[in-house]
């Protein structure tokens, strides 16, 4: 077989095989914020995570795994200086992001762009001019597969609630239902009114209300003196009080989700408040009762 297919091969091989571990391992479901991240279980997280900067596909793609197959063919003597210290960069950064960044796909993904060009620079000191438009169309076509398959079976689960855009019209029977959760607090809740938001940053674009800004999976709250935590140190009753008393607030708004973060938050919610409006997107407008 030609050394091209080969590559080829072992890419494709590669790829599906960690695309089947990471997609048919059981989900974890008592961490819920490891779940979210797609982090759970022992293979999730050495794949999507510890070693996510070679094997996320749903990320990276195809490309870091491309590179290591390459490598495994280039003579290292002859390689400019430039490819090798690209090489050692990505090991350094890559070994950083493993300890103290792997969590989040953002950071990870900040390598994408230097393994896509020593991608390049490999496959030139390996194939020549016509092996190489058949590596990078080939590569193309793979890499269009995983990304179809990521859009099936992960993307469009988690967010086609979000797809669909046709109101839906309140009757007696749903009167809780709204389209859309900010143009009802514009249109009906009073400028005077306060609200605690659960990590919705974009209330603040839609909206011109008051609201503190509140993260339940850390219990933390944003003001002008720093960060405090809501929850800790206090029982339920005390809670509440302080967030009558202290932050004068009346609503909550949250997203389904972002409650599962915190138990206890979201027990707060449905023994003191109740749910106002909700939206086709997942998110949940809480009145103080």
Same mark, same amino acid.
């Given at each position: 077989?030609?050394?091209?297919?080969?590559?080829?091969?072992?890419? %494709?091989?590669?790829?599906?095989?960690?695309?089947?571990?990471?997609?048919?391992?059981?989900?974890?479901?008592? +961490?819920?914020?490891?779940?979210?991240?797609?982090?759970?279980?022992?293979?999730?997280?050495?794949?999507?995570?510890?070693?996510?900067? %070679?094997?996320?596909?749903?990320?990276?793609?195809?490309?870091?795994?491309?590179?290591?197959?390459?490598?495994?063919?280039?003579?290292?003597?002859?390689? $400019?200086?430039?490819?090798?210290?690209?090489?050692?960069?990505?090991?350094?950064?890559?070994?950083?992001?493993?300890?103290? =960044?792997?969590?989040?796909?953002?950071?990870?993904?900040?390598?994408?762009?230097?393994?896509?060009?020593?991608?390049?620079?490999?496959?030139?000191?390996?194939?020549?001019?016509?092996?190489? &438009?058949? !590596?990078?169309?080939?590569?193309? #076509?793979?890499?269009?597969?995983? *990304? =179809?398959?990521?859009? $099936? *079976?992960?993307?469009?689960?988690?967010? &086609? $609630?979000?797809?669909?855009?046709?109101?839906?019209? $309140?009757?007696?029977k749903n009167l809780v239902q709204c389209p859309n959760i900010y143009h009802f607090i514009n249109d009906s809740i009073g400028r005077e009114c306060k609200f605690l938001i659960n990590n919705l940053p974009e209330f603040y674009v839609h909206t011109k209300h008051y609201g503190? *800004?509140? !993260?339940?999976?850390?219990?933390?709250?944003?003001?002008?003196?720093?960060?405090?935590? #809501?929850?800790?140190?206090?029982?339920?009753?005390?809670?509440?009080?302080?967030? &009558?008393?202290?932050?004068?607030?009346? *609503?909550? #708004?949250?997203?389904?989700?972002?409650?599962?973060?915190?138990?206890?938050?979201?027990?707060?919610? &449905? +023994?003191?408040?109740?749910?106002?409006?909700? +939206?086709?997107?997942?998110?949940?407008?809480?009145?103080?009762?």
């Open positions: 077989m030609n050394r091209l297919y080969k590559y080829l091969l072992c890419v %494709f091989i590669l790829s599906v095989s960690i695309g089947s571990l990471v997609y048919f391992f059981p989900h974890n479901m008592s +961490d819920y914020d490891a779940y979210n991240r797609n982090l759970d279980g022992t293979v999730r997280h050495l794949l999507n995570g510890r070693l996510g900067y %070679f094997f996320n596909l749903k990320y990276i793609g195809i490309s870091a795994i491309a590179c290591l197959i390459l490598l495994t063919q280039i003579n290292f003597k002859t390689i $400019s200086r430039s490819t090798l210290f690209s090489l050692v960069l990505i090991l350094l950064v890559g070994v950083f992001l493993s300890f103290y =960044a792997y969590i989040n796909y953002r950071y990870i993904s900040t390598l994408l762009p230097l393994m896509i060009g020593l991608m390049i620079t490999l496959s030139s000191n390996l194939l020549n001019n016509k092996e190489q &438009k058949t !590596w990078f169309n080939s590569l193309l #076509l793979i890499q269009i597969i995983i *990304f =179809a398959l990521v859009i $099936s *079976f992960s993307f469009y689960p988690k967010y &086609k $609630s979000r797809l669909v855009n046709t109101a839906v019209i $309140s009757s007696p503190v *800004f509140y !993260w339940s999976g850390d219990d933390e709250y944003f003001n002008n003196k720093g960060t405090f935590n #809501l929850l800790k140190n206090k029982s339920n009753e005390q809670v509440m009080r302080y967030i &009558k008393d202290s932050l004068n607030l009346k *609503f909550v #708004l949250t997203n389904q989700q972002l409650t599962p973060y915190s138990n206890r938050f979201n027990l707060i919610l &449905k +023994d003191y408040f109740k749910l106002r409006k909700k +939206d086709q997107l997942g998110n949940e407008l809480y009145e103080l009762l």
